[in-house]
């Protein structure tokens, strides 16, 4: 079962985005990684969403980096899900070692690492199922069913049993490669960006959640593939000197090849994105061109993660709905506005298929919609 999600077949179709039988459940040995940021809503509050959005991506882009780039994983804003086969457990105990001692040291951030062995879930109930969603050029996206992801991401959150201590194993170097925060929030080119979170009351009630797909598809006038928040041509680069900052704060300030690359490459990019120059190198042109093709904007975990675009009158009647099936016990759900989306990247090369952007609301997106969605839970527990 080595090559369990390399070989799982894929589908192409949002509206199957829930379907069962693009699920396979995933080989009992393997183990659930998973990283929280510690007060992120706090933190967010402060005004640090992006910092707290980088550590999450950097929970996926460090597992990537330094175990293999076919691994299924799941970003959340604050924090990450990624599936690991047991062969891998010792180097990503490594890599969760040390994210969470460079979150502290690089962001003073304190982490919920740690790994559930996927048996263990099992053995409470609950399953963890796995699909693969293609579009098009970019990166295959994991979807995961069962509920043992949410599990697992309690276990940790709740016993020290499954987490890991902070421990420098691995250079800053290595588990931020290729990571960046680098453009400013992107503009809602309708007027209201929203981060949303739609979870069934019952766990594997499968129309619930198609109907709210079909009702947001017909409430918006298109497609769930259609909704992609990010426009480039309204993307604006940051300064330089913010751009310098951040890379100082991941980096190993020492005179080394690393080092003076990464900053070498931060005084070239920001001339040729701020100003437009990449127009002129067609490669660049075609990164720049498909790189709304490689974001993760919609997404499935047993709850429908969404960060769309949409007009104020959409908002009112999107909430309008999901109201309505609250209060019928049909779905929970968690909501977040705002005017802009939020990206961090993960760029191996600018070639297609291989790049990757993680999709956030600004100032908090999915992290403040689940303040919502846990009251909800929260409620109906009582």
Same mark, same amino acid.
């Given at each position: 079962?080595?090559?369990?999600?390399?070989?799982?077949?894929?589908?192409?179709?949002?509206?199957?985005?829930?379907?069962?039988?693009?699920?396979?459940?995933?080989?009992?040995?393997?183990?659930?990684?998973?990283?929280?940021?510690?007060?992120?809503?706090?933190?967010?509050?402060?005004?640090?969403?992006?910092?707290?959005?980088?550590?999450?991506?950097?929970?996926?882009?460090?597992?990537?980096?330094?175990?293999?780039?076919?691994?299924?994983?799941?970003?959340?804003?604050?924090?990450?899900?990624?599936?690991?086969?047991?062969?891998?457990?010792?180097?990503?105990?490594?890599?969760?070692?040390?994210?969470?001692?460079?979150?502290?040291?690089?962001?003073?951030?304190?982490?919920?690492?740690?790994?559930?062995?996927?048996?263990?879930?099992?053995?409470?109930?609950?399953?963890?199922?796995?699909?693969?969603?293609?579009?098009?050029?970019?990166?295959?996206?994991?979807?995961?069913?069962?509920?043992?992801?949410?599990?697992?991401?309690? !276990?940790?959150? =709740?016993? +020290?049993?499954?987490?890991?201590?902070?421990?420098?194993?691995? /250079?800053? %170097?290595?588990? $931020?490669?290729?990571?960046?925060?680098?453009?400013?929030?992107?503009?809602?080119?309708?007027?209201?960006?929203?981060?949303?979170?739609?979870?069934?009351?019952?766990?594997?009630?499968?129309?619930?959640?198609?109907?709210?797909?079909?009702?947001?598809?017909?409430? !918006?006038?298109? =497609?769930? +593939?259609?909704?992609?928040?990010?426009?480039?041509?309204?993307? /604006?680069? %940051?300064?330089? $000197?913010?751009?310098?900052?951040?890379?100082?704060?991941?980096?190993?300030?020492?005179?080394?090849?690393?080092f003076f690359a990464a900053m070498g490459e931060v005084f070239i990019t920001v001339p040729l994105f701020r100003f437009g120059l990449y127009k002129y190198f067609p490669q660049l042109k075609n990164y720049m061109e498909k790189i709304s093709t490689h974001c993760d904007f919609h997404k499935y975990d047993d709850t429908l993660r969404m960060v769309i675009n949409c007009s104020e009158r959409e908002h009112r009647a999107l909430?309008?709905?999901?109201?309505?099936?609250?209060?019928?016990?049909?779905?929970?759900?968690?909501?977040?506005?705002?005017?802009?989306?939020?990206?961090?990247?993960?760029?191996?090369?600018?070639?297609?298929?291989?790049?990757?952007?993680?999709?956030?609301?600004?100032?908090?997106?999915?992290?403040?919609?689940?303040?919502?969605?846990?009251?909800?839970?929260?409620?109906?527990?009582?």
């Open positions: 079962m080595d090559n369990f999600y390399h070989e799982l077949e894929g589908f192409s179709d949002t509206a199957q985005i829930v379907d069962n039988r693009h699920y396979q459940s995933i080989p009992d040995d393997w183990f659930i990684s998973v990283i929280d940021v510690r007060a992120s809503t706090e933190a967010i509050k402060a005004g640090r969403y992006r910092d707290v959005n980088f550590v999450g991506a950097a929970a996926i882009t460090s597992h990537l980096n330094l175990i293999s780039r076919d691994l299924p994983f799941m970003f959340g804003g604050d924090g990450a899900t990624i599936l690991i086969k047991k062969s891998m457990y010792g180097v990503a105990q490594e890599v969760l070692q040390s994210l969470s001692f460079y979150a502290k040291e690089s962001f003073d951030f304190d982490l919920h690492a740690g790994l559930v062995p996927v048996s263990a879930v099992r053995a409470m109930g609950r399953d963890v199922k796995v699909a693969k969603y293609l579009s098009g050029e970019s990166p295959p996206q994991a979807m995961f069913k069962g509920g043992g992801v949410s599990l697992a991401e309690s !276990l940790v959150k =709740s016993s +020290s049993e499954y987490r890991v201590a902070p421990k420098c194993c691995f /250079s800053k %170097e290595k588990i $931020f490669a290729g990571l960046s925060c680098r453009w400013k929030p992107i503009p809602s080119s309708t007027g209201v960006t929203l981060s949303i979170l739609v979870q069934p009351m019952q766990l594997d009630d499968e129309q619930a959640v198609k109907r709210a797909i079909a009702k947001f598809e017909s409430l !918006l006038g298109t =497609s769930l +593939s259609c909704l992609n928040p990010i426009n480039m041509q309204q993307a /604006s680069y %940051e300064s330089f $000197f913010k751009n310098f900052k951040r890379q100082l704060s991941i980096a190993e300030i020492k005179p080394s090849k690393a909430v309008a709905y999901l109201e309505s099936e609250y209060e019928q016990q049909q779905l929970f759900f968690g909501v977040s506005a705002s005017d802009a989306a939020q990206m961090t990247c993960h760029v191996e090369s600018i070639a297609d298929g291989e790049h990757l952007h993680f999709i956030d609301g600004s100032d908090g997106g999915y992290a403040m919609a689940a303040i919502g969605l846990k009251n909800q839970l929260l409620a109906a527990q009582q």
